[in-house]
T-cell receptor, first 112, second 113 residues
Framework: GQQLNQSPQSMFIQEGEDVSMNCTSS?????WLWYKQEPGEGPVLLIA?????ELTSNGRLTAQFGITRKDSFLNISASIPSDVGIYFC????????????FGKGTKLTVNP | EAQVTQNPRYLITVTGKKLTVTCSQN?????MSWYRQDPGLGLRQIYY???????DKGDVPEGYKVSRKEKRNFPLILESPSPNQTSLYFC???FGVGEGEQYFGPGTRLTVT
């Protein structure tokens, strides 16, 4: 089946640092989504990408849909303690299916 | 407020005792789905529904049932729960096939002893 490789698995950074994480796929996707999950909560959508090459920002977050349609990255600038959580990428393959394939997540820890 | 709700949020039960986890969305979404989340395995889809009375198996459907009698509700049924179904469960919904993002409920933590 389709798989997403998300890296890194975990990150420990200092407040104020920039963060970058990415996802790669073995197949082409027509949608990339980035979610954040905090302890005890469900994943919350951060950014949705629908076109190859698309670069979208949401506050301090920026995500891009790779030109090859097989990858995406998420950057967080000037991290703050409330950025702590697990970040998931998710992709939807071509063919009209609604099925999302999820990465295993990147656990972010921000030290004040 | 647009949201997906799940009940209960926490449940401890015993092997073999039938249970239902409810899911409801108020966004008039056609597509609804159930996932389970386990350490190291990420989110795995259990069942999904494209519309009322239309359901299909996801990646890990064994031991689960669902129904979609109304557009807003998509309950998850465990007829005879077993300890390997101890997990964190999420319901999600979206407008439809290829149309927009999936929104997740807050989760139900199930423990089967």
């Amino acid at each position: 089946g389709q798989q997403l490789n998300q890296s890194p698995q975990s990150m420990f950074i200092q407040e104020g640092e920039d963060v970058s994480m990415n996802c790669t796929s073995s197949s082409i996707f027509n949608t990339w989504l980035w979610y954040k999950q905090e302890p005890g909560e469900g994943p919350v959508l951060l950014i949705a990408l629908y076109k190859a090459g698309e670069l979208t920002s949401n506050g301090r977050l920026t995500a891009q849909f790779g030109i090859t349609r097989k990858d995406s990255f998420l950057n967080i600038s000037a991290s703050i303690p409330s950025d702590v959580g697990i970040y998931f990428c998710a992709g939807r393959a071509q063919g009209g299916s609604e099925k999302l394939v999820f990465g295993k997540g990147t656990k972010l820890t921000v030290n004040p | 407020e647009a949201q997906v709700t799940q009940n209960p949020r926490y449940l401890i039960t015993v092997t073999g005792k039938k249970l239902t986890v409810t899911c409801s969305q108020n966004m008039n979404h056609e597509y609804m789905s159930w996932y389970r989340q386990d350490p190291g395995l990420g989110l795995r889809q259990i069942y999904y529904s494209m519309n009322v009375e239309v359901t299909d198996k996801g990646d890990v459907p064994e031991g689960y049932k669902v129904s979609r009698k109304e557009k807003r509700n998509f309950p998850l049924i465990l007829e005879s729960p077993s300890p390997n179904q101890t997990s964190l469960y999420f319901c999600a919904s979206s407008f439809g096939v290829g149309e927009g993002e999936q929104y997740f409920g807050p989760g139900t933590r199930l423990t089967v002893t």
